[in-house]
């Protein structure tokens, strides 16, 4: 999930991932969407009309509850996003994000370019090519043209606290 600001950019707020239903407000009774949802990667999604997931969800209590889910865990993201940006530093918003992708895609390699990064946090590309070669030259990274490898554990000690307060929450919402 993204906000889009007046200059054209697009900062992040939050990352769905899977078995996180986007834009499910809309079968409680707001269709106003206020932020963009973008494919940060190759996958599957499903899409269905407001109407059809609206009468499914009257129906299925687990599965509104599985969108009642899904609206708290980007509504915590984007809360959590906002502390991570105050407090912590740029070093430390990269390796949690990383390792948030990590989780999203379920995938060490991550199909991503540094200045996608540096825009998804709002940092100057220079910025994130620095904190990128320095975690390759301590071997918690590995980049190649629009791939970083990583290594979670190394990564895990590198990030802040704000990845674990996630981790926690989406197991809290979707164990």
Not at 46 to 55: A, E, G, N, Q
Not at 61 to 71: A, H, M, P
Not at 101 to 116: I, K, S, V, Y
Not at 130 to 142: F, G, N, P, S, Y
Request: charged share 25%; aromatic share 8%; proline share 1%.
């Amino acid at each position: 999930m993204v906000v889009d600001l007046s200059d054209g950019e697009q900062i992040e707020t939050a990352m769905a991932g899977p078995g996180v239903a986007i834009g499910a407000a809309a079968v409680f009774g707001y269709e106003t969407w206020i932020n963009t949802a973008v494919a940060q990667s190759a996958g599957t999604a499903l899409s269905f009309s407001v109407s059809d997931i609206s009468v499914a969800a009257r129906r299925d209590t687990g599965l509104q509850q599985l969108l009642f889910k899904s609206e708290l865990w980007l509504k915590a993201q984007a809360q959590q996003s906002a502390a991570c940006n105050a407090r912590h530093n740029v070093r430390q918003r990269v390796c949690t994000w990383l390792l948030l992708a990590h989780d999203a895609l379920q995938e060490d390699d991550l199909p991503f370019t540094q200045e996608f990064l540096a825009h998804m946090l709002g940092v100057q590309r220079e910025r994130v090519s620095k904190i990128a070669h320095r975690l390759m030259v301590d071997e918690i990274v590995d980049y190649r043209r629009g791939h970083i490898r990583i290594d979670g554990s190394k990564l895990e000690r590198e990030a802040c606290e704000c990845v674990h307060v996630l981790r926690e929450h989406y197991k809290r919402f979707f164990a």
